[in-house]
């Protein structure tokens, strides 16, 4: 599975290109959490087990899960605190090494590593090699990059360097490239972006040493602005950062390789008069975020230029208590009724002529807990809902099927027949998921709750311009 970036949505690929990259996973678990099951059985198999299993299925489809199950328990194994079991499964993957891998560059560094620094550090190198290789096999396209980061200054380690794929601690990377006419991407915080031309070659790519440098004096960029509370509530709780995003992706599906360290962001310190400015920062994408609890978060990418300040200006946070801008109470509308199926719902959808709300849903879904904690538990939310029958499609494929899916959670407000009108993805605070209601009741031309209407008015809600697209159906 690849991860996206910066959104509150959790993607689905078909099932096909799910099992080639190998992370078609129920929960989104990680590899350790996985291996560490794996491992606490007593018939757990042997590491040349695992290794057979993974020379077997590399490269071949409709074996991506058995695959990275094979890779993820013998990558464990090698991050094992035990150094004798270490060196044990390191063997046992180098002996295969003809299996894993073609005779070519690749294995030629592969064999100069198991001399120096390592064999357990070889065994990792070949691992991230077969794991792209195999990508690249499935998908039918693309090509294997691999190279050793070198990080000047000294004062950013490699695997903190942003990039496409995991890097090792010293620096060691490998990785599958979708198209070797464009450039391989790294990003690291106080240093120059870099964009790696790709060299021509066949399967395997060799990039050697690849330098990423830091920033020269006059080339890092300014961000200032300031920031207004509305409401009644007290500031002191804002967290406020900044977060260098990652450079586009090479990858053949455009994705990234998940990853256990991320670099830590960067703290925005507001000033009592509510300005705020941050010098010596890293030009190209940052994700901005600022965050009380008690306010509408403010989240958005900025792009810094070299050598330039960028001023946002005033940014207003709005509070998440809808009924600060009413002058009112919270309602008591109650807990939102979910029918127990889609059949009920369609039921009493026919008998009663309300409009429908469809949820398509995971029980592994981060964005759709938080959706349901968080907003759909709102009060306000609660009482613009009470007109909609409602559902949840837990991984419904037939209900994926009718309506498609951008990803989980995907809402469909439909008429009393079913026919969309209206969707909505991913998590969304109150506020803006009221004006989700208020677009839908508008398509379905119904009226919409009084206090939703003047919220309207107020401008604190607002009316989406446009349903979102749905893709094309799942087959």
Not at 111 to 118: C, V
Not at 317 to 328: F, N, Q
Not at 380 to 405: I, P, R, S, T
């Amino acid at each position: 599975m690849y991860f996206s970036q910066g959104n509150q949505v959790c993607l689905r690929w078909s099932q096909s290109l799910a099992l080639v990259t190998g992370f078609a996973l129920a929960n989104f678990a990680t590899a350790q959490e996985l291996t560490k099951a794996a491992t606490q059985k007593p018939d757990a198999p042997s590491d040349a087990e695992l290794v057979a299993s993974l020379a077997a299925t590399l490269g071949e489809k409709g074996q991506g899960r058995q695959f990275f199950s094979s890779f993820s328990s013998l990558n464990a194994k090698l991050e094992s605190a035990d150094k004798a079991a270490n060196e044990k499964t390191a063997a046992a993957i180098l002996a295969k090494v003809n299996d894993l891998l073609p005779q070519g560059p690749a294995r030629e560094a592969i064999g100069l590593a198991s001399k120096n620094p390592g064999k357990v550090i070889a065994a990792r190198r070949l691992l991230q090699l077969a794991l792209a290789s195999s990508t690249v096999k499935m998908l039918g396209k693309g090509k294997v990059a691999f190279g050793q980061l070198k990080v000047e200054g000294n004062k950013v380690e490699p695997e903190m360097v942003l990039a496409q794929m995991v890097i090792q601690p010293d620096g060691w990377f490998a990785t599958e490239i979708g198209d070797p006419e464009k450039a391989l991407g790294f990003r690291a915080a106080n240093h120059k972006e870099l964009n790696l031309e790709l060299p021509k070659g066949d399967a395997f790519l060799d990039l050697g040493t690849v330098v990423i440098k830091p920033l020269s004096q006059g080339e890092s960029a300014i961000l200032k602005g300031k920031i207004i509370f509305e409401g009644p509530d007290d500031p002191k709780d804002l967290q406020a950062s900044l977060n260098i995003q990652m450079p586009t992706s090479n990858s053949p599906t455009g994705g990234y390789r998940p990853r256990k360290k991320w670099p830590p962001p960067q703290t925005i310190r507001v000033a009592k008069d509510s300005t705020f400015e941050v010098t010596g920062l890293t030009p190209g994408d940052q994700a901005l975020v600022f965050a009380t609890g008690k306010h509408q978060d403010i989240r958005k990418t900025i792009h810094l230029k070299p050598g330039t300040t960028e001023d946002l200006g005033t940014l207003t946070m709005r509070s998440t208590d809808l009924g600060y801008h009413l002058k009112k109470e919270a309602p008591k509308a109650g807990k939102i009724v979910w029918e127990k199926d889609i059949e009920s719902a369609r039921k009493r959808v026919l008998a009663e002529g309300k409009p429908l709300m469809i949820m398509m849903t995971a029980t592994w879904c981060g964005p759709c807990k938080m959706l349901e904690a968080q907003t759909l538990s709102d009060p306000w939310v609660q009482q613009f809902m009470k007109e909609f029958v409602v559902v949840k499609a837990y991984e419904d494929k037939e209900v994926e099927k009718q309506y498609g899916l951008n990803g989980y959670p995907t809402l469909v407000f439909t008429d009393k027949v079913g026919k969309e009108l209206h969707r909505t993805v991913g998590y969304q605070p109150a506020g803006a998921f009221s004006g989700q209601i208020l677009k839908a009741c508008q398509e379905l031309n119904i009226p919409a709750d009084k206090d939703l209407q003047a919220l309207a008015e107020k401008g604190v809600v607002k009316s989406p311009p446009a349903p979102q697209k749905a893709p094309a159906k799942l087959n």
